[in-house]
Nanobody, 126 residues
Framework: QVQLVESGGGLVQAGGSRRLSCTVTGLNLESWTIGWFRQAPGKEREGISCITTGANPIWNADSVKGRFTISRDDAENTVHLQMNNLRPEDTAEYYC???????????????????WGQGTQVTVSG
């Protein structure tokens, strides 16, 4: 059974940092693209950062470039999202997602997803 479990959400002040983790069971990360999405109240869910294997393995949305860093630990089957310099507009429910294959754009931009996590809330106070 495939499960994606997010952790690390919470309340943080503007300018602060937070690290989210997505622990995956039931599939081998080396064959999958993993991404982070977020959904703020009243807005659509958007892909913000995705990671795969091979050359050029990372895609980031313009809204998080230079502030968020995605990384993967294949030994632990975990993908992290380090979020720095957080802003109130980063407040959202954050989800991780998985797509089979090396398909950064199809996951992060087109939103093609095989599996979703349950989400973790990040609230940035201004």
């Amino acid at each position: 059974q495939v499960q994606l479990v997010e952790s690390g959400g919470g309340l943080v002040q503007a300018g602060g940092s937070r690290r989210l983790s997505c622990t995956v069971t039931g599939l081998n990360l080396e064959s999958w693209t993993i991404g982070w999405f977020r959904q703020a109240p009243g807005k659509e869910r958007e892909g913000i950062s995705c990671i795969t294997t091979g050359a050029n393995p990372i895609w980031n949305a313009d809204s998080v470039k230079g502030r968020f860093t995605i990384s993967r630990d294949d030994a632990e089957n975990t993908v992290h999202l380090q979020m720095n310099n957080l802003r109130p507009e980063d407040t959202a429910e954050y989800y991780c997602a998985a797509l089979k294959g090396r398909l950064l754009m199809r996951l992060c931009v087109l939103g093609e997803v095989d599996y979703w996590g349950q989400g973790t809330q990040v609230t940035v106070s201004g």
